[in-house]
């Protein structure tokens, strides 16, 4: 068996890099994504120019990503006595990461899906016409497993973690 062996400059970059790419899976794009990973694997909070310097992005990008993940609920900031600049720091609990981008997601996403396909559940139309018959059976499922979907998220978004996992475990039991 192979073993690698990584440094942690290497593997902290290889973190980054990938939770980069996962950042697009959940719905913010991948410098927003690197910024959050940054954050998390850094035990202190950093200052922009720290983010810029590490991340090699400009003042403008990171500025802007900074401020998006805040609006996210994922990044904090905290201004130190006697200093001017701001620091950021991210929530390192998985599952609080996890419940704030469902419920960012849920805001952004699911909820305005919702009310076009309620709107659209409202169509009339001539019930014996197969394409009013086929779009509204569309919609209505459609609409059916948003409305799932929305309360699932709003459970999750409730929930303790390990009431959640037993919980989801036991439906595949």
Known sequence: MLLLFMELAEAKQKFIDTWGRLGSEWG????????????????????????????????????????????WGLVEKQHRPGERKEYFFADKDAWNIARQVAKERKKRELEPMLRVLNELAEVEGDSKDPHFKTFQSSVKDIRALAQNANKTIDTMVRAEENWFWSTFFKLFK
């Open 28 to 71: 913010i794009n991948r410098t927003m994504a690197q910024v959050h990973a940054l954050l998390l694997v850094s035990p202190d909070p950093l200052s922009a120019e720290e983010v810029m310097s590490q991340l090699s992005i400009s003042r403008g990008n990171a500025n802007m990503t900074l401020r998006d993940l805040i609006s």
